[in-house]
């Protein structure tokens, strides 16, 4: 992916990154960070306001979103790639996430993270607090977490399903 910020008429590109905690969302937002999207991430803002833990304070989680949508609005608007790094656990997230593409002309694509379970509870246990992208979250609130996830299908567009436990694209 690259920046087509520079070449006229094409269309950005607005990747979100969908999946549970630990699922591995961030390592994938990195790979496609390095390809040349810019990455925007949830637990950056939130970290940024002290957030450590989850649950957030619901004042924090609302000034987050708003921030967030707003720098993927402009990022889109000056033409940049865009990759999304926020769980989008439900189907009404990312439709609101693909609005905000389309009124800006970005070709939008979802990008699910599939791990298993285990494998991502076990990475959310491991965490300790100390960045932005190692929030801690109690065992029931993870397993929660995952067991309430809407898994995007086709029918939402296009999408793509890549492995989180170290495997491969399985589209």
């Given at each position: 992916?690259?920046?087509?910020?520079?070449?006229?008429?094409?269309s950005?590109?607005?990747?979100?990154?969908?999946?549970?905690?630990?699922?591995?969302?961030?390592?994938?937002?990195?790979?496609?960070?390095?390809?040349?999207?810019?990455?925007?991430?949830?637990?950056?803002?939130?970290?940024?306001?002290?957030?450590?833990?989850?649950?957030?304070?619901?004042?924090?989680?609302?000034?987050?979103?708003?921030?967030?949508?707003?720098?993927?609005?402009?990022?889109?608007?000056?033409?940049?790639?865009?990759?999304?790094?926020?769980?989008?656990?439900?189907?009404?997230?990312?439709?609101?996430?693909?609005?905000?593409?389309?009124?800006?002309?970005?070709?939008?694509?979802?990008?699910?993270?599939?791990?298993?379970?285990?494998?991502?509870?076990?990475?959310?246990?491991?965490?300790?607090?100390?960045?932005?992208?190692?929030?801690?979250?109690?065992?029931?609130?993870?397993?929660?977490?995952?067991?309430?996830?809407?898994?995007?299908?086709?029918?939402?567009?296009?999408?793509s399903?890549?492995?989180?436990?170290?495997?491969?694209a399985?589209?």
């Open positions: 992916m690259t920046d087509t910020s520079d070449t006229p008429g094409s950005p590109r607005l990747v979100l990154m969908c999946g549970p905690a630990g699922a591995g969302k961030s390592t994938h937002a990195q790979a496609l960070e390095a390809e040349g999207c810019t990455r925007v991430a949830i637990d950056d803002l939130l970290w940024e306001q002290g957030c450590t833990e989850h649950p957030v304070p619901e004042r924090a989680a609302a000034r987050a979103a708003v921030e967030l949508a707003a720098r993927v609005g402009a990022l889109l608007d000056r033409g940049h790639d865009v990759v999304v790094d926020r769980a989008f656990p439900t189907r009404a997230s990312r439709e609101e996430y693909r609005r905000l593409g389309a009124e800006r002309g970005a070709v939008v694509e979802v990008v699910f993270v599939s791990t298993p379970r285990e494998v991502a509870l076990a990475r959310v246990a491991s965490r300790a607090g100390s960045h932005a992208h190692d929030i801690v979250l109690t065992p029931e609130l993870a397993a929660a977490y995952y067991d309430g996830f809407e898994i995007p299908g086709p029918e939402e567009g296009p999408l399903v890549v492995s989180g436990d170290g495997g491969g399985t589209r």
